[in-house]
């Protein structure tokens, strides 16, 4: 169920650790020179780069860091960059509560994922408790 | 690169305090420059600070929280804050993000964000 594979036809294009919060500045900057790279325009660059910086704040404060693939690919004919969230941490019990505006578990104010998800023009999420959650965004021109 | 050596630097000019942010701000670097201001407010009795956010790529939730906490904070101590510059990009994704920053004043720019602050001041 954890499982969110990856396109054969993608390139891979970075994998980024995510253990320290300076990795999260480190990573969102690796995330906006590719949007910048596939050719997004200024508005687009950045709210892909806000929406992965919520993810990645999540990744480090809740599952305990992980890892982030950046990948490109086609998805309905649009040319995509397509970022993968992965951590082994306590899992989400209840997704459509996390997905909720409003909602927070910690010291957040509750817009994380759901505010990340209108940012992106695709939003995919797995996760098992006691094993990890997945998450992954699109963002294409 | 340590991130651990940067400091924001806060110029006080007569009443007001003056901080431009020009890096991606890591949340320890955030929270520490809101520990920062407020201690300068104490120390030099300033009433108004200006905070430019003009090459600030991004505001997250965090930052945006950072931010807002900060002027409610001051605004205890008897400071208003006025943030300056945010670029169209920032301000168009804050929204979609859906948040909010209650009681945080903004201006166009430092020269704007300045007469806000004496208005201000002057009708106290």
Not at chain 1, 18 to 39: H, M, N, P, S, W
Not at chain 1, 91 to 98: K, M, Q, R
Not at chain 2, 40 to 69: C, H, N, P, Q, W
Request: glycine share 10%; hydrophobic share 45%.
């Amino acid at each position: 169920m954890l499982e969110i594979v990856s396109d054969k036809s993608w390139k891979l294009l970075e994998t980024c650790p995510l253990k320290t919060e300076f990795d999260i500045v480190k990573a969102r900057q690796i995330v906006r020179q590719f949007a910048k790279e596939a050719g997004m325009g200024i508005v687009d660059q950045t709210r892909i780069t806000t929406a992965v910086s919520e993810l990645f704040r999540n990744m480090y404060m809740y599952g305990g860091g992980g890892e982030v693939l950046v990948e490109s690919g086609i998805i309905d004919e649009n040319n995509a960059l397509i970022i993968t969230c992965i951590d082994k941490g306590p899992g989400i019990e209840d997704i459509d509560l996390a997905m909720t505006d409003g909602f927070s578990s910690g010291q957040g104010m509750g817009y994380g994922l759901p505010g990340a998800k209108r940012l992106v023009d695709r939003f995919e999420m797995t996760s098992e408790v006691n094993k990890g959650t997945t998450i992954r965004v699109m963002k294409w021109k | 690169m340590n991130y651990n050596e940067k400091k924001i630097p806060i110029i006080k000019i007569r009443d007001y305090l003056i901080v431009s942010i020009q890096v991606d701000m890591h949340d320890r670097l955030a929270l520490q420059l809101q520990t920062q201001i407020l201690d300068e407010i104490y120390r030099t009795g300033a009433k108004g600070v200006l905070i430019d956010i003009s090459t600030l790529e991004m505001v997250d939730s965090f930052i945006g929280r950072v931010l807002s906490g900060m002027a409610s904070k001051a605004s205890i101590m008897d400071a208003a804050v006025v943030i300056v510059g945010m670029q169209p990009s920032v301000a168009i994704t804050l929204v979609e993000l859906g948040l909010e920053m209650p009681g945080v004043d903004t201006a166009l720019n430092m020269e704007l964000g300045m007469e806000m602050l004496e208005k201000r001041i002057s009708k106290d």
